[in-house]
Each structure stands twice: as C-alpha cells, then as structure tokens.
C-alpha cells in the first residue's frame, strides 16, 4: 500500500483499498486534510506533488483552474496514490473528522416519492449509523463510475440507517441510475461521514437553515438534531426553503412531526417561478430574497446553515456576510456540485 506523506511536516498515511482517494485515506486516518465537496468542484484539497507517481481519476475536473493545471496542481479528491508519494497540501484540525470515515455495504430499505423530482432513499449498514447532523456520504452505485455525494437527512441511529432526499437530475449519470432502477434490497457501497456544515451544539444562537432544492436534506438533519438535543432546548429555529415551482415545496411534515416545532420553530417557502393558476399564495422570488425581507437586520444573532446549488450558496452567503454582517464563523455551507 502506498504511503503518502505531508511536506514539511511529521504526517503521513497509508492509502488502503481499491477506490480510496488520497483525500479519503488521509481523512480515515484522522488527518486534517483540507477539503470541502469530495466531489471535484471545490478545489480545497489542491496539493502539488513532490515526489512519486499519481492516478488522475478526473483530470478536467472544474475544481482545477487553468492556472492550477499550468502549475502542475492536482486535486486529492480525484487522485489516487500509484507509488509512495510527497506531496504539499494544507491542513488544520478544522478539517479533522469528528467521527472517522468508513466505506461499508448498505442495502435499500425502502424509497419514498417527497416532489415529482425528489424521492427519499432509506439504506441500511451493517452498524450504527455515525455522522452528525449536516454531514454527508458518498454513494457508489454499481457500474456508474465514480461516487457522488449526498447529505443524510435523519440523525445517527443504532439502527444503522441512512436516510438520503435525492433529486433526479436529468440525464445525471448517478441519479438516472438511482431512480430507474434502484428497489428494496438492491446494494450500494456507502462511504462517510464526511464535511465540516454539521449542527455547532456549543454555538449559543438560535438557528437559521436556509436551503434550495435537495440542499433541504443536510438542514432537515440539522433541524431534528437541533428540536431533539434537550441541551439545545432554548434554542429557536428559522427554517427557509426555495423551490422553482409549488410542486418543488417539501419537507413541512417531517418538520411539523418534531418534538416543540410549533413553540420553537417557523417555516418559510418561496418559489421563484410563479405561473398563472398555478395555486400558490406564498413568498415569490430567490430564497435569500425572502430571507432578508423576513429576518434582515437581526441576521448577525443567528448560527447559520445552508445547502444547494452553488448559485444560491453564493447569493446567500454575499448577502449574510457582506450586505448583513453576520461573521464568517457562524456561517456553515454545502454547495452541491
Ligand atoms: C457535499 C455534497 C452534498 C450533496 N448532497 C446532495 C443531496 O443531499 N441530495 C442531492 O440530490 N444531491 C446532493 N449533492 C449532489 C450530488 O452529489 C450529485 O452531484 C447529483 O446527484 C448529480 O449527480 P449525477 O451523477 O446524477 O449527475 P452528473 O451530471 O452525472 O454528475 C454530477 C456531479 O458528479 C461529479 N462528477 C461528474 N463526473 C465525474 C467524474 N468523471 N469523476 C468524478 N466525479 C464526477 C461532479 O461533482 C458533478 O458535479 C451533493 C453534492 C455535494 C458536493
Ligand atoms: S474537496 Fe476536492 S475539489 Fe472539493
């Protein structure tokens, strides 16, 4: 197995298993590697190699800029280790997992329609499931290549349940796969938990979960750690969610079903393509829009949580940092690539 050793400094792991990325053996050996996505479309994980030989798995990933392919750069999230390696790549115990990765089978349980393009996908794993709450999983499904990435929607079980709000991406590779032809019993191999957006129980705020489209699965997480954690009692919650359309609209039931939602907590929808007779007398326009007609002003008093489309993740974030004040700190985000 091929070691992989951190310039200038005293750490180094072994890259184990078949499909292991540098990134991922690093994070399994409780290295605090920088990453974000795992995905290819970040670039945090960029290192430069030193000495040995890589595997690029995706060479034209867009988390490499032109610049980055010039120099010689490369993404740890898509290279895997050929021979004993050096490479400079940074780390903080900030990237450091709380709760080891682990790559395991699970097999489906069972599959829920929630909106014409978002369908509820319950796994099981042969042991308690272990992630917190906004953390996510990559997902490889027989013969469609590489694993992508999805956030869990429930909370750590004994049961060893892994439960995943998946949109249908049209002509998707992974997704089109999942939706024709994944049924009960049908196995996948599960990898996490990984990312760093998850529930700050320490943070004395109340909460705020903003999300667009699927990114309604890593805050729903949040919001049931956060209505179910009696430490966090005090605690409010604020809840936005935008969809394109009335159909897009899910995820008030599940909220509604939690512990104090109605003392504790409010829900907000908006759309942002309106057609005529289409039924919907709620909020029009970008979630963050709607966000900071609701809540602008009072924004620096909350923790802040956001997932979807790297779009929105950009708006919502300019808006929160930039036009509102709220520190960096306090604000936590998944972008979908
Ligand atoms: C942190 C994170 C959490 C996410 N959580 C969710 C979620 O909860 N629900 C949800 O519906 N979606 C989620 N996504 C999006 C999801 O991972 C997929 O991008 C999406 O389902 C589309 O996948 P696809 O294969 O159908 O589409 P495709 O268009 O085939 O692939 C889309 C993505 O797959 C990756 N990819 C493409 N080609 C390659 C390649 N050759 N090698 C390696 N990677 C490649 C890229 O990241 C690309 O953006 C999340 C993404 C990230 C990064
Ligand atoms: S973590 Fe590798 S590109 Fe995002």
Known sequence: MPIVHIHDSDLSFEQRGEHDTILRAGLAAGLGLSYECNSGGCGSCKFELIEGEVEELWPEAPGLSARDIKKGRKLACQCRARSDLVIAMRTDDSFRPAILPGRFLASLESRRELTPDITEFRFRGPAPARF??????????????????????????????????????????????????????????????????????????????????????????????????????????????????????????????????????????????????????????????????????????????????????????????????VPAEQVHFDRFF
């Open 132 to 325: 917190l709450p906004g953390q996510y999983a990559m997902l490889r499904l027989e013969g469609t290549g590489a694993p992508r990435a999805y956030s869990m929607s429930n909370l750590a079980n004994a049961e060893g349940v892994w439960e995943f709000w998946i949109r249908r991406k049209p002509r998707g590779q992974v997704t089109e796969s999942l939706f024709a032809t994944l049924q009960p019993g049908a196995r996948v191999v599960l990898d996490g938990p990984y990312g760093l957006a998850f529930l700050q129980t320490e943070a004395p705020r109340d909460v705020l979960c903003i999300a667009g489209g699927s990114g309604i699965s890593p805050v729903l997480s949040i919001a049931r750690g956060l209505l179910s954690d009696p430490a966090m009692a005090e605690r409010k919650l604020h809840f936005f969610f935008g969809g394109r359309t009335p159909a897009d609209i899910c995820g008030l039931a599940e909220l509604q079903a939690l512990p104090g939602f109605a003392e504790r907590a409010s829900f907000h929808a908006a759309i942002s393509e309106p057609r005529e007779g289409d039924g919907w007398d709620g909020a029009v326009g970008f979630i963050h829009e709607i966000l900071a007609k609701v809540l602008g002003g009072t924004l620096r008093d909350f923790e802040c949580y956001l997932a979807g489309p790297p779009p929105m993740v950009q708006a919502t974030t300019r808006m929160l940092l930039l036009e509102q004040g």
